[in-house]
């Protein structure tokens, strides 16, 4: 008996029967065929089918004559057998890709969870911050003790400074100082801006103070509390002693400096008033006030003193519409009083970092360096106000 094999159309003898050709060179493509049917063709049982390689060589007309099937329908079951198997084996993949993400999430999650765990240890290992003394670890206080780090020993000229006038040219937003210096033969005036007052040294900035202190107007008062500013930022460094040093054969009897309106010292003069500024800074109901003390409940605050010494509170919700001058203020009590202020100065501080061009452009402008420092410090601990 003989079979003709749709794809390879010839004659394939049937084994098991009598054949006059039993050479498997019987046909030129019966070689190739040979090699293809060994990997398609499986073996047949019972219960399924198999994509296994069979034992033996086996043709789709064989099959085809032992299921007592057409070609074709040996081709669709073949086809189906490598199709399940194909689908056993992305099923399989999935599993294994599943079962190491698992296993990756958990080992990722608990790994998360000691960090956190160090974390917490640390941070109530660490002693709680001083109000006498705050940190000075911040990127901005390293590079400020990099560049202030000369500043009791250096001076721009070693010429005393014997007059001094800050003026504010019209189309300008900077202070312009005329510094007029006693040299050896004949004193002589040099012309310098605001901004370049970082680059003086201590004695300097102190004979500028006493003499724009004695000054009553408007821009010498804004010159005084910019140096102010400086002299705190470098005494906060521990660059410079905290009071003034006493230089030989001068009298320990000095005239105390008058303070001006302007100056960051007198806080209580820069914050509004009861009723003043356009917000409401009255004080809570059933909530007994402490000066400097901030609280979280019944409102989100911190109460404070004004100029006629009437107690007041300021709201959270309030410090976007307070003015500059009032946060300035503010935020010199905050950081007199952390015992009792808490980390209030922060949102203070966030608040003026939005107005960075405004303190530029005022006499206030090294708050801007100091505001940035205590808000980096802050991220840094990662603490909830």
Not at 100 to 114: I, R
Not at 166 to 188: C, D, F, M, V
Not at 340 to 363: K, V, Y
Request: aromatic residues 6%; proline residues 6%.
């Amino acid at each position: 008996m003989k079979f003709v094999d749709p794809i390879v159309d010839s004659i394939i003898p049937i084994q098991g029967e009598d054949s006059d050709v039993a050479s498997e060179d019987y046909h030129p493509l019966s070689r190739k065929r040979k090699a293809a049917d060994t990997d398609l063709a499986p073996s047949h049982t019972d219960t399924s089918l198999s994509c296994k390689k069979p034992k033996s060589i086996v043709s789709i007309s064989n099959l085809a004559t032992e299921w007592n099937m057409s070609p074709d329908q040996v081709k669709q079951i073949l086809d189906e057998a490598n199709q399940a198997q194909l689908l056993k084996n992305i099923a399989q993949a999935d599993e294994s890709l599943i079962q190491h993400k698992l296993q990756t999430k958990g080992s990722f999650e608990a790994q998360m969870q000691k960090l956190l765990e160090f974390q917490s240890k640390s941070q109530s290992s660490q002693p709680p911050p001083s109000s006498s003394k705050p940190k000075t670890d911040s990127v901005l206080d390293r590079i400020d003790r990099k560049r202030f780090e000369d500043v009791l020993r250096r001076r721009v000229c070693s010429d005393k400074i014997i007059k001094v006038k800050a003026s504010k040219p019209r189309n300008e937003k900077i202070l312009t100082l005329l510094i007029t210096r006693q040299g050896p033969q004949h004193s002589y005036t040099e012309v310098v801006k605001r901004d370049e007052l970082i680059k003086y040294g201590y004695s300097e900035w102190m004979e500028l103070l006493e003499l724009a202190s004695k000054q009553t107007s408007t821009h010498s008062s804004k010159l005084t509390c910019a140096l102010h500013l400086l002299i705190k930022k470098v005494q906060r460094l521990d660059l410079v002693p905290k009071e003034r040093p006493q230089h030989q054969g001068q009298s320990s009897s000095v005239p105390r400096i008058r303070r001006t309106k302007f100056q960051v010292d007198s806080e209580d003069v820069l914050v509004l008033n009861i009723g003043a500024g356009g917000i409401n800074n009255s004080l809570p109901i059933g909530v007994d006030p402490v000066q400097h003390k901030f609280i979280s409940v019944p409102e989100h605050g911190m109460f404070y003193l004004d100029k006629n010494r009437k107690m007041c509170f300021q709201r959270t919700a309030e410090i976007p519409r307070a003015p500059t001058t009032h946060l300035v203020g503010l935020r010199q009590m905050c950081m007199s009083h952390q015992d009792l202020s808490g980390e209030f100065h922060i949102l203070i501080a966030m608040e003026l970092l939005n107005r960075r061009q405004e303190l530029l452009d005022s006499p206030y402008w090294p708050v801007k360096t100091e505001a940035e420092a205590e808000y980096e410090e802050f991220l840094s601990r990662g603490v909830l106000i």
